[in-house]
Every structure is written in structure tokens, then in C-alpha cells.
């Protein structure tokens, strides 16, 4: 288990830009691929984007492509996830969460062990 603390988010209009952040507090980050996740309310939680663990792959879900952007700065064993053209249906919970070991992006939340406590974003109309 890698303890993850997530970061950012907030409350901002519809077509505005956000990020989120995540970083590990403690043990091997470089070599895990990483993921962020979300759950609206009253919805399941699903796969928003994933980095491999060198950084070279990544990997988002359609409804997030050419919006999104996932990155890793593993000298500061963070992720983050910068959101452009936010839309009303991006409200949700964000979570990010360590994958494989030198593995690469998967959506699967069950390739995923640690999560971090998730961070809130909320889109206006």
C-alpha cells in the first residue's frame, strides 16, 4: 500500500480549466503506473485517465480525450490531471491510484491497489 494524498480541485464554470494532484507520501512511486478515477453521485466509479510508469504511455477514456491531460513528475512522486473545457458531467469525486509495477495504463479499476482519499471537482453551468 502506498499512502496517496490528492490535491486541487474545486468549484469552477462550465468550459473553465482545473487540475488535480496527487502524491505519495511515502515508498516506491517511480516504477507504478498510475490512474485517476472518479464517482459522481449516485454513479460508479470509473476510469478517467492512466500514465505508464515511465511516463511514455497514456491512456483516457472517450469521454475525457483531447480535454484531459495526465502527467507524472516521479522526482516529486506526483501525478496530476489537468482538466480543459470542463463540462457540467465532470462533477465528481477524483481519485487517483497505483497500478502495476513498471506497468502500463489499464482502466480496470481492479489492475489498481492503493487509492488516494479523492478531491472534489465541480462543474457550473
Known amino acids: 500500500q502506498v499512502p496517496l494524498v490528492s490535491s486541487g480541485g474545486g468549484l469552477v464554470q462550465a468550459g473553465g480549466s482545473l487540475s488535480v494532484s496527487c502524491a505519495a507520501s511515502?515508498?516506491?512511486?517511480?516504477?507504478?503506473?498510475m490512474g485517476w478515477f472518479r464517482q459522481a453521485p449516485g454513479k460508479e466509479r470509473e476510469f478517467v485517465a492512466a500514465i505508464s510508469w515511465t511516463g511514455g504511455t497514456t491512456l483516457y477514456a472517450d469521454s475525457v480525450k483531447g480535454r484531459f491531460t495526465i502527467s507524472r513528475e516521479n522526482a516529486k512522486k506526483a501525478v496530476y490531471l489537468q482538466m480543459n473545457g470542463l463540462k457540467t458531467e465532470d462533477t465528481a469525486l477524483y481519485y487517483c491510484a497505483v497500478g502495476r509495477r513498471f506497468g502500463m495504463p489499464t482502466l480496470s479499476p481492479v489492475e489498481y491497489g492503493s487509492w488516494g482519499q479523492g478531491t472534489q471537482v465541480t462543474v457550473s453551468t
Open positions: 511515502q515508498g516506491i512511486f517511480n516504477t507504478y503506473a
